[in-house]
C-alpha cells in the first residue's frame, strides 16, 4: 500500500511562503485525485487543496490567490506552495488520497502524518 510523507512545515512570519511536500512510496499516476488539508488546534480537519490525475485544482475560499497544488507523477510527488501567509493559517497540515467525483473531493483512509506550518511574528 502506498505511504504519504509530509515535510517541509516551518515557522514563518506573516507574509512569508512555504513550500509542502508530500511523498508517496509509490505511483501516484494512478490516484484520481490528491488533497491537503488542515487541522488547526480544537477545529475539524478541512480540504484546503485539491488536483485531479488531469491536473484540474480546487481551493478553499480562505486560500484562493494565496496557495496552488501541483503534482509531479515522475516524483510520486504533491506540492502545495503556500504564500502570503497569515496567522490563521496555522496547522497540522496533512497529505491524502482520495476520489474527485462530481465537483466533490471524497478523501480516503490514506493520510501522511502531517507537518505542522506556525505563522507567528
Known amino acids: 500500500q502506498v505511504q504519504l510523507v509530509e515535510s517541509g512545515g516551518d515557522l514563518v512570519q506573516p507574509g512569508g511562503s512555504l513550500r509542502l511536500s508530500c511523498a508517496a512510496s509509490g505511483s501516484i499516476s494512478s490516484i484520481n485525485a490528491m488533497g491537503w488539508y488542515r487541522q488547526a488546534p480544537g477545529k475539524q480537519r478541512e480540504l484546503v487543496a485539491s488536483?485531479?490525475?488531469?491536473?484540474?485544482?480546487n481551493y478553499a475560499d480562505s486560500v484562493k490567490g494565496r496557495f496552488t497544488i501541483s503534482r509531479d507523477n515522475a516524483k510520486n510527488t504533491v506540492y502545495l506552495q503556500m504564500n502570503s501567509l497569515k496567522p490563521e493559517d496555522t496547522a497540522v497540515y496533512y497529505c491524502?488520497?482520495?476520489?474527485?467525483?462530481?465537483?466533490?473531493?471524497?478523501?480516503?483512509?490514506?493520510w501522511g502524518q502531517g507537518t505542522q506550518v506556525t505563522v507567528s511574528s
Open positions: 488536483i485531479t490525475s488531469s491536473g484540474s485544482t
Open positions: 491524502n488520497a482520495g476520489t474527485y467525483y462530481r465537483r466533490t473531493y471524497y478523501p480516503n483512509n490514506l
